[in-house]
């Protein structure tokens, strides 16, 4: 099990941009697969990037080549880089790990998440 806390969201104008992290507690960061999720009013959490403990990832179409995951094994930390917001990317958005102990494993399925963290409000005004 792993604490997940998450930071760095706000509100920002259309066009801007937003680097979110999330700090897992613990040890063995390596191991865990790691993703972000976003939840919009009314909406179900939907998946927005992976990545394995290696640094495998996927996207959501809706962000590639927009936004970018990323993640720091000797901070504990995963982090969200989002340019070019625009206001369809209002959400909360969450956290999530899942011990892999390959390390090449990344995650799309919100079942799939054993731990999340409380998550960050984005909000892109337009």
């Known amino acids: 099990q792993v604490q997940l806390v998450e930071s760095g969201g706000g509100l920002v104008q259309a066009g801007g941009s937003l680097r979110l992290s999330c700090l897992a507690s613990g040890r063995s960061f390596s191991t865990f697969s790691m993703g972000w999720f976003r939840q919009a009013p009314g909406k179900e959490r939907a998946f927005v990037a992976g990545?394995?403990?290696?640094?495998?990832?996927a996207y959501a179409e809706s962000v590639k080549g927009r936004f970018t995951i990323s993640r720091d094994n000797a901070k504990n930390t995963v982090y969200l880089q989002t340019n070019s917001l625009t206001p369809e990317d209002t959400a909360v958005y969450y956290c999530?790990?899942?011990?892999?102990?390959?390390?090449?494993?990344?995650?799309?399925?919100?079942?799939?998440?054993?731990?999340w963290g409380q998550g960050t409000q984005v909000t892109v005004s337009s």
């Open positions: 990545i394995s403990g290696t640094g495998r990832i």
């Open positions: 999530g790990a899942k011990k892999d102990y390959s390390g090449t494993v990344y995650y799309t399925r919100t079942y799939e998440y054993t731990d």
